[in-house]
Nanobody
Framework: QVQLVESGGGLVQAGGSLRLSCAAS????????MGWFRQAPSKEREFVAA????????LYADSVKGRFTISRDNAKNTVNLQMNSLKPEDTAVYYC????????????????WGQGTQVTVSS
């Protein structure tokens, strides 16, 4: 079983950048596909980005393509989300999630979740 802890959220002006990190515990981190999801107020949680266990496959939601970059460091048991050109509509609680091996946009396939980190983008 893996435990996940997100960090790096905060308040930023529109057009700015933030880097979220997710630290994972457990010896098998390199075998997990990792995803980032977000939930804005009064909205359902949605997919943001995901990376396969090897880092070879990366998926992005259309709304963040070209602005966000997901990466992972299996030696450090971390997955990062670099967010550039932030918009007010990116405001949400961002969650890190893990699933065995393959990568997916479907949050129902992820059994392990962090507690989330708040990102607020002011206009």
């Amino acid at each position: 079983q893996v435990q996940l802890v997100e960090s790096g959220g905060g308040l930023v002006q529109a057009g700015g950048s933030l880097r979220l990190s997710c630290a994972a515990s457990g010896p098998t981190f390199s075998s997990y596909g990792m995803g980032w999801f977000r939930q804005a107020p009064s909205k359902e949680r949605e997919f943001v980005a995901a990376v396969s266990w090897s880092g070879g496959t990366r998926l992005y939601a259309d709304s963040v393509k070209g602005r966000f970059t997901i990466s992972r460091d299996n030696a450090k048991n971390t997955v990062n989300l670099q967010m550039n050109s932030l918009k007010p509509e990116d405001t949400a609680v961002y969650y890190c999630a893990a699933k065995s091996y393959s990568v997916s946009e479907n949050q129902k396939e992820y059994p392990y979740w962090g507690q989330g980190t708040q990102v607020t983008v002011s206009s």
